[in-house]
């Protein structure tokens, strides 16, 4: 069996490391890894497929920094030559971004079966361009690889399974969620950073565009984050875009700890020892779940709605007021949630990998 993985994002990479990782115990599979160049990353050097234990690369398509559909359109181009001359059995995709969306397409126009690991999740929202791709992408997949129940109802709401040819039905499982089996890894590499760091610090990060593209919203978070900041420190990695969209602003920074982005084991070890989470990413607030971390979600809805629903993540939006009150009402460490089993204990891979060779 030869697998195409579509990869264009350091999230994804990691994810996929997980299931490289158990693809590499069985010698009758081949996996091919192809690398869009969606998000440059300068921490995706050697050294990181090194110390991460992922699969370097075996093509780089180097499409990056282009609109929606000039990056999508070329990665379309592409992908498909890489496809008509590897022949692959499946075409792997991962999560939402526009390198999936190409995969998909590519797959459905070549009838190259189609797995989707992170399929069925929703956040109804369809302004975000994720939202879009993982839609389209969940479509025209053969494999819905679900990482929670919720996914997997998602689906049924929406009349999901569908047939895609005469003998042909969808498949959907939940499989329990790729991030834990390598958050579970990825935990004994962790690396502490070499900046000042206080006892029971707060980690934040903020990057998504419904909010650093919008000047109340920013500004609303920020005004929050240096309140709380008087009380406990904020260490902030940040983007340079959105270093310099604060910049231009003005905003008020004074009481936090904002630094460059780290490696993911620097940020793995921040996780792990930090005493909550304030995000607006959507794999931030499953891994501070995983590590037993309370989290305030910076959005206005979240994929994760399992993790609303048991009280150890708290959605505030950018309201200055809701984003202090759930920092003052915040939870204790959250470990008794952990028996609840709500991503598949670390066996996401294995099932993925069982599932691809037995269908």
Not at 48 to 74: C, E, N, R, V, W
Not at 78 to 86: N, Y
Not at 160 to 187: C, E, H, R
Request: proline share 4%.
């Amino acid at each position: 069996m030869k697998i195409l993985t579509i990869l264009g994002a350091r999230p994804q990479f990691i994810k996929a490391g997980s299931v490289s990782r158990e693809i590499a115990k069985y010698k009758e599979i081949i996996e091919v890894i192809v690398h869009t160049g969606q998000h440059y990353d300068a921490n995706m050097s050697d050294i990181f497929f090194d110390q991460m234990q992922i699969p370097k690369p075996d093509y780089f398509l180097g499409i990056g920094g282009k609109s929606h559909g000039a990056m999508t359109g070329q990665m379309i181009e592409k992908i498909e030559e890489v496809a008509l001359s590897e022949k692959p059995d499946w075409m792997l995709v991962y999560g939402d971004t526009n390198s999936t969306l190409a995969g998909a397409i590519v797959a459905s126009k070549l009838h190259i079966k189609l797995a989707h690991i992170e399929a069925g999740l929703r956040s109804f929202n369809m302004k975000m361009p994720e939202e879009v791709n993982r839609i389209l992408t969940d479509r025209v997949s053969d494999i819905l690889f679900c990482p929670t129940d919720a996914a997997v109802q998602n689906l049924k709401n929406e009349g999901f399974p569908f047939k895609l040819s005469t003998n042909n039905n969808q498949l959907i499982t939940n499989v329990g969620d790729v991030m834990q089996d390598g958050a579970i890894f990825y935990k004994n590499l962790a690396v502490k950073p070499t900046f000042e760091i206080k006892k029971d610090f707060i980690l934040c990060t903020i990057h998504r565009a419904e909010n650093t593209d919008d000047e109340a919203r920013l500004k609303s978070i920020f005004e929050a984050l240096n309140e709380i900041a008087k009380d406990k420190q904020i260490i902030l990695p940040l983007h340079p875009r959105t270093k310099k969209i604060i910049e231009n602003l003005k905003l008020n920074t004074e009481n936090l700890t904002m630094i460059d982005p780290v490696g993911y084991l620097e940020m793995v070890w921040l996780i792990d020892n930090c005493e909550l989470v304030m995000t607006d990413s959507g794999g931030l607030q499953k891994e501070a779940y995983f590590f037993s971390k309370p989290c305030i979600t910076l959005r206005d809805e979240t994929e994760w709605v399992e993790l609303v629903d048991i009280g150890v993540n708290v959605l505030v939006g950018a309201n200055k007021d809701k984003i202090i009150d759930a920092y003052k009402n915040r939870q204790s460490p959250i470990t008794r949630h952990q028996s609840l089993n709500l991503y598949g204990g670390g066996k996401a891979s294995e099932t993925i990998i069982k599932t691809l060779l037995e269908y």
